[in-house]
């Protein structure tokens, strides 16, 4: 009662300045709470904070916001910054048309005419429902607002970036115990922006932050145009705000919006190819790898001039200028180990932004693990593009609680402990897989003329009377098939992580390649609604690596002989050893 009492003071008095407005929006008229703090100045931000469904203003400035010892505006006085409280209609929220965009763009026009606010450090959040119109605002009105804070909230339907849209700062907060929009859905959200902006798809992860004990700040950046994804993960929080005191939501929300501003004189550059922490995959005979020209290019634009040039960087290395569009580059000859690629653009003023990317050339010793970063639930792994009929999810990412992703396999007899789980829903042939090789996966695979042999476990997931799996070895460039092989499960694990089953039988698949080129390895569930499939142990072996035969060595025996795969003459096939041969430039197996 002492607190209102005082906070009546105050207003009275004139020395905090916090009030309810209106204005009409497209004919309707539209209230909001507006706190700006004595001696503002001029060219100061504005924030702009959405109340969740059933709420409103009031309860999301005076309940949400604030607790015993601080307060939004005690945030606003400290850093001298707007903020505003919208109320939307009914309570809720326009999260997919343009009532409430057009009202958030009001109130910006409102406040710079009213409090002289900076256009170009405009923040935007939202609490629940709120959260979910502030992903909506990141398409709608990017170029409206500096950085994006959304709380507890996000798209139900999946989030999408419009490509056209730039690169967006975004803070996201989530409690681990929210039973309304539940945690398990935030990182699906952002992952899509995380790939949008171009940021590596590894956080860095804070634990304990600011000593909050399970505390976590994940962190993907530095992405194009210097823009940075965070998700602040609240330890066993529900559906709410965090006030604790090492971390309130008012003071995080400011600490990270207040380090981006629109810079409208600067120029825009985004990397559009490759994509950060892709890799690329050259298997060939020792000290024969090569790998592909590698094209990079980027989009670049000035708000108020032009672009001067593009510069492309291997490191420190200038691969090209680029004076007009298209801006591109090639990269030729590269070498193992790892690149950090950046585009450079110089606007008419002589301001520059960049871009960057890190990108992985590597060559397999002996063999290649397919499975090597099947070690985590609810992911899509390194590598791999999973597609269902109806959603196509690539690695690196996770968050995922249903449908194709990684499963953590716990029951006490089982053959392994993670499984590639994908499916078919509508049974249409090749509508139902998992591919190891697609760029978006992150994963580039490029053989070399050979004869390899791909080993692998399958199992069914919750088909009891089973389900054929056909295995592809595909060219990237046009989907034909090189080689194939079907096999037709016989373990069926039955729907639940948690169950016990057999180890399934590991298979063999021996293949030649012809062709020096960049290849995608192909599981595809049976042609039949709701069919599946879950993979393990996956390993492809390049025999020549072992025996030092190579197609050129195998045609130079064209002369009806029978020679062993280290190019030795068998004068009796009879008396050898079980093994592969080669006669005529052809491979021949004496079992």
């Known amino acids: 009662m002492k607190q209102s009492i005082l906070l009546f003071v105050l207003l009275i008095a004139g020395i905090i300045s916090v009030k309810g407005d209106n204005i009409t929006v497209d004919g309707v008229s539209r209230s909001y709470n507006v706190y700006a703090p004595k001696n503002l100045g001029e060219g100061r931000p504005l924030l702009i904070f959405c109340h969740g469904y059933g709420q409103d203003a009031n309860w999301m400035q005076n309940t949400e916001f604030k607790n015993d010892n601080v307060s939004m505006e005690a945030v606003c006085d400290t850093a001298k910054f707007v903020v505003v409280f919208p109320n939307g209609i009914n309570k809720a929220w326009d999260i997919s048309g343009n009532s409430d965009i057009n009202f958030i763009k009001a109130i910006i026009d409102k406040m710079a005419t009213q409090h002289k606010i900076d256009r170009n450090r405009v923040y935007l959040g939202g609490f629940s429902m709120g959260g979910m119109l502030t992903y909506h605002a990141m398409n709608k009105i990017p170029d409206l607002i500096a950085a994006f804070a959304p709380c507890s909230g996000y798209p139900m339907g999946g989030a999408t970036a419009d490509a056209k849209v730039r690169a967006i700062p975004i803070l996201h907060i989530h409690g681990t115990a929210d039973e309304t929009c539940v945690f398990s859905g935030a990182q699906p959200a952002l992952n899509v922006w995380i790939n949008h902006n171009g940021c590596p798809t590894t956080a860095k992860v804070t634990n304990n932050y600011n000593g909050f004990n399970g505390c976590k700040m994940h962190v993907w950046g530095p992405g194009n145009d210097n823009s940075e994804v965070r998700l602040l993960e609240l330890p066993n929080k529900g559906h709410w705000i965090s006030k604790e005191p090492q971390v309130y939501t008012g003071k ?43 094209t990079i290019t980027a989009d670049a634009d000035d708000p108020n001039g032009t672009i001067e040039k593009v510069e492309f960087y291997d490191g420190t290395t200038l691969i090209a200028t680029c004076t007009e569009k298209p801006y591109q580059a090639t990269l030729k000859g590269a070498t193992t180990g790892i690149h950090k690629l950046k585009a450079v653009a110089t606007d008419n003023d002589g301001e520059t932004n960049s871009a960057s990317a890190v990108m992985t050339l590597t060559t397999p010793s002996l063999s290649l693990s397919l499975s090597l970063n099947f070690d985590e639930a609810n992911a899509i792994p390194a590598g791999w593009t999973l597609f269902d009929s109806s ?201």
């Open 252 to 294: 995080e929300i400011w600490n990270f919006c207040k380090r981006f501003s629109l810079n409208r004189t600067t120029p825009t550059v985004k990397l559009t190819s490759p994509t950060t922490d892709v890799k690329y995959i050259s298997f060939a005979p020792k000290g024969t790898a090569t790998f592909p020209d590698i």
């Open 391 to 591: 959603e196509k999810r690539s690695g690196y990412s996770n968050g995922y609680t249903s449908g194709s992703r990684m499963l953590q396999l716990t029951g006490a007899k089982r053959g392994f402990s993670y499984g590639l789980y994908f499916r078919n829903i509508n049974g249409n042939a090749h509508q139902g897989w998992a591919k190891y090789g697609l760029p978006e996966g992150g994963h580039t695979l490029r053989l070399a003329p050979g004869h390899y042999t791909m080993k692998y476990m399958v199992c069914n997931w919750n088909m009891a009377n089973f389900g054929q799996v056909e295995i592809n070895i595909e060219k990237r460039s046009n989907n034909t098939s090189v080689a194939s092989q079907t096999y037709m499960p016989n373990v069926n694990i039955g729907n639940a992580t948690a169950n016990s089953f057999d180890t399934p039988a590991q298979q063999t698949f021996e293949f030649d390649i012809t062709e020096l080129d960049d290849y995608v390895i192909s599981f595809y569930s049976a042609a039949s609604g709701w069919s599946d499939c879950v993979i393990g142990k996956l390993s492809l072996a390049n025999n020549s690596y072992v025996t030092g035969i190579t197609p050129a060595l195998a045609a130079a025996k064209d002369d009806g002989a029978v020679y062993n795969l280290q190019g030795q003459r068998l004068n009796n096939l009879s008396s050898q050893k079980p093994g592969m041969y080669i006669m005529n430039g052809k491979k021949i197996i004496k079992k």
